[in-house]
């Protein structure tokens, strides 16, 4: 992995010029830029969810077939939910839900609803807390194991895919989806639909570079989002892309 040739390398300048610094030959503070360059290249992929620094994350298909998929973050929620899972239905396009375990518990009927009709349920943890990714192990573990546990007695499965909160990784998370043996799923187009409310803005966004094999980053938090959703759907279909449920886009299992 990169990350291991960054500490390798990083290990070795460092101590060939631990052993210049003593020798007199350099100033103490040259002993410090490889230490930079490893924390900058490690803040670098911690925020880059397609880095693949610290998880290995799916971000796309490598397909040259004309397919995509829809996802939605954060939800279950009664506000927009119900309206995206109307258009989906109208359209009888699946899509994906990465759901927060404390929503879930809060609207068990419908998550059973989003997974009745057809749509997968991934792990988006628990909390979704500011500071998750400050958590220590042990405590993701916890948050990721309650989440799933959560959906599973909504829905009688236990999630397979999990998407990291804000898409930051990190050497705690990894310990944390090692353990219960997850998937961890990105996005290759990402809408922004949490700050862009400007319609026509976010349609322009999602829409102007749309290759084979992308998946989709919305959330059905926004009220934008379900506003474009039928325009979407349609161009995507009247320009040939095939729109899959993001487990068979990828060719990976849903559920544990």
Not at 72 to 77: A, K, N, Q
Request: hydrophobic letters at 45%; a positive charge.
């Amino acid at each position: 992995m990169l990350r291991d040739w960054v500490t390798y390398l990083g290990l070795l300048v460092f101590f060939v010029l631990l052993y210049q610094y003593r020798m007199g030959y350099i100033p103490f503070w040259i002993l410090l830029v490889p230490l930079a360059v490893v924390t900058g290249f490690s803040a670098w992929g911690a925020s880059r969810v397609n880095s693949n620094y610290f998880i290995k994350t799916l971000c796309r298909a490598d397909t040259k077939e004309k397919a995509v998929a829809l996802s939605f973050d954060d939800g279950p929620v009664q506000q927009y939910t119900p309206k995206i899972l109307d258009i989906l239905r109208q359209h009888q396009v699946p899509a994906a839900f990465f759901c927060i375990g404390q929503r879930v518990a809060a609207e068990p009927e419908l998550l059973r609803r989003i997974h009745a009709e057809g749509h997968l349920v991934g792990n988006h943890s628990y909390s979704h807390h500011t500071l998750f990714d400050l958590y220590p192990t042990f405590k993701m573990k916890a948050d990721l194991q309650k989440a799933n546990e959560e959906i599973a007695r909504a829905i009688g499965e236990t999630p397979k895919l999990f998407r990291p909160p804000y898409g930051v990784t990190n050497p705690m998370l990894a310990k944390a989806v090692a353990k219960f043996d997850l998937i961890s799923v990105g996005w290759s187009i990402r809408s922004l639909d949490t700050m862009i409310k400007d319609e026509d803005e976010l349609f322009e966004r999602v829409t102007k570079n749309i290759k084979a094999g992308d998946i989709f980053l919305f959330h059905d938090t926004c009220e934008a989002t379900a506003n474009i959703l039928p325009a979407l759907i349609k161009k995507l279909q009247r320009e040939g892309f095939a729109i899959k449920r993001i487990d068979e886009l990828l060719n990976i299992p849903a559920y544990a």
